[in-house]
């Protein structure tokens, strides 16, 4: 049973464009929320992270949206890129290092 | 940078063979993870250690032990293995007080015939 729940699986997005991608939680004890890019033929590498004492965090072009009462976050790619294309997977854990992981979406920006 | 390698991308094997996956981190990082990673289930947690010679159950342990003799090594073993462990398998470390970021290889390709 999956405790993060991550959608859309894929989504396709033209150059310039917003991806935005979704995740829910139940465990109310998670209290660090991390977001991983990985290409193909690669490990997940850490790309952004929020703890739910804050709504927002922005690092360039990706932000983190977390919503506390719904117990939702998502990430937000603004003007995406070829370079974006990838899978990216949010994750949640209650002692920062045992991560559980949404099931992924695969992202596509078109040139 | 740190730097996780993992023994092999590719490996085949035949179903009831025992099957020893290896990792090595160089950052001197007391935790260490195996997951494995399948299409439109994510990544799931089989076993991490957070010492040597220590070990603890992940979300998905049927199958798979693990061996942490030195620090920068950690093994995942699969007693026989099965088609149903035809997967992705990453191997990730951390240090204690680095919260959340961990570092991943690149992955073992496993298949199981």
């Known amino acids: 049973q999956q405790q993060v729940k991550q959608s859309p699986q894929s989504l396709i997005v033209q150059k310039g464009g917003i991806s935005i991608i979704n995740c829910a939680y139940e465990n109310t004890a998670f209290d660090y929320f991390p977001w991983y890019q990985q290409f193909p033929g690669k490990g997940p590498a850490l790309l952004i992270a929020i703890r739910p004492d804050v709504s927002e965090k922005k690092e360039g072009r990706f932000t983190i949206s977390f919503n506390k009462s719904a117990k939702q976050f998502s990430l937000h790619i603004m003007d995406s890129q070829p370079g974006d294309s990838a899978t990216y997977f949010c994750a949640a854990s209650t002692r920062g290092y045992k991560l559980s992981f949404g099931a992924g979406t695969t992202v596509t920006v078109r040139a | 940078d740190v730097k996780v390698t993992q023994s092999s991308r590719y490996l085949v094997k035949r179903t009831g063979e025992k099957v020893f996956l290896e990792c090595v981190q160089d950052?001197?990082?007391?935790?260490m993870f195996w997951y494995r990673q399948d299409p439109g289930l994510g990544l799931r947690l089989i076993y991490f250690s957070y010492d040597v010679k220590m070990k603890e159950k992940g979300d998905i342990p049927e199958g798979y032990s693990v061996s942490r003799e030195k620090k920068e090594r950690f093994s995942l073993i699969l007693e026989s293995a099965s088609t149903n462990q035809t997967s992705m398998y990453l191997c990730?470390?951390?240090?204690?007080?680095?919260?959340?970021?961990?570092?991943f290889g690149s992955g073992t390709q496993l298949s199981v015939l």
């Open positions: 950052m001197d990082h007391e935790n």
């Open positions: 990730a470390s951390t240090t204690l007080g680095v919260v959340g970021k961990l570092f």
